[in-house]
T-cell receptor
Framework: RKEVEQDPGPFNVPEGATVAFNCTYS??????FFWYRQDCRKEPKLLMS???SGNEDGRFTAQLNRASQYISLLIRDSKLSDSATYLC???????????FGKGTKLSVKP | EAGVAQSPRYKIIEKRQSVAFWCNPI?????LYWYQQILGQGPKLLIQ????????DSQLPKDRFSAERLKGVDSTLKIQPAKLEDSAVYLC???????????????FGQGTRLTVV
């Protein structure tokens, strides 16, 4: 079993739609969580960190449920420019590196 | 601010040949990572350096892969001999300190796309 598992996708949605990505992690030692965005043939870039209290950045909302070992990303009012692969990422306590999920591809259509 | 620089951008080699990739991290970043990203997968950590010391190389196939960061700045990753399954994008990333310590962000280079034929 992979340490970080994501919805396989792809998600094909119309502009303006709300889309939610789910992610689960298996290692209870996981401490920090992030969502990265990766455009086609580009490097991953940090979209947002995920905090236990939940956090919002414009149209993006991230949630963490430690009891269920579950992370989510909600994108409201999807734009064409949101089309990318979204990577769920964890970091284990005491280990200074990132563990990536497989990624979920999002295509926003006009 | 200059980002993480990697070269070459693309490389095509035959199986059993050797290849080397180079990475120049963001100035002042003590932590450097090499990740392997196979098509359709998320990046997988190969090795992590803290200055010029190896912190984690548990997923590095040491029979064919090697990496060094001699002066604690630039780093090279080598594959010798290459196999077909090594075809992937090799991403270098750097951060001020290890991720998870404070609000530390890792920045990725554009990667080297390796094709082994």
């Amino acid at each position: 079993r992979k340490e970080v598992e994501q919805d396989p996708g792809p998600f094909n949605v119309p502009e303006g739609a709300t889309v939610a990505f789910n992610c689960t992690y298996s290692n209870s030692a996981s401490q920090s969580f992030f969502w990265y965005r990766q455009d086609c043939r580009k490097e991953p870039k940090l979209l947002m960190s995920v905090y236990s209290s939940g956090n919002e950045d414009g149209r993006f909302t991230a949630q963490l449920n430690r009891a269920s070992q579950y992370i989510s990303l909600l994108i409201r009012d999807s734009k064409l420019s949101d089309s990318a692969t979204y990577l769920c990422v964890s970091n284990r306590q005491g280990q200074g590196n990132l563990i990536f999920g497989k990624g979920t591809k999002l295509s926003v259509k006009p | 601010e200059a980002g993480v620089a990697q070269s070459p951008r693309y490389k095509i080699i035959e199986k059993r040949q050797s290849v080397a990739f180079w990475c120049n991290p963001i100035s002042g970043h003590a932590t450097l990572y090499w990740y392997q990203q196979i098509l359709g997968q998320g990046p997988k950590l190969l090795i992590q350096f803290q200055n010029n010391g190896v912190v984690d190389d548990s997923q590095l196939p040491k029979d064919r892969f090697s990496a060094e960061r001699l002066k604690g700045v630039d780093s090279t990753l080598k594959i010798q001999p290459a196999k077909l399954e090594d075809s992937a994008v090799y991403l270098c990333a750097s951060s001020l300190r290890p991720v998870g310590f404070g609000n530390t962000e890792a920045f990725f280079g554009q990667g080297t796309r390796l094709t082994v034929v």
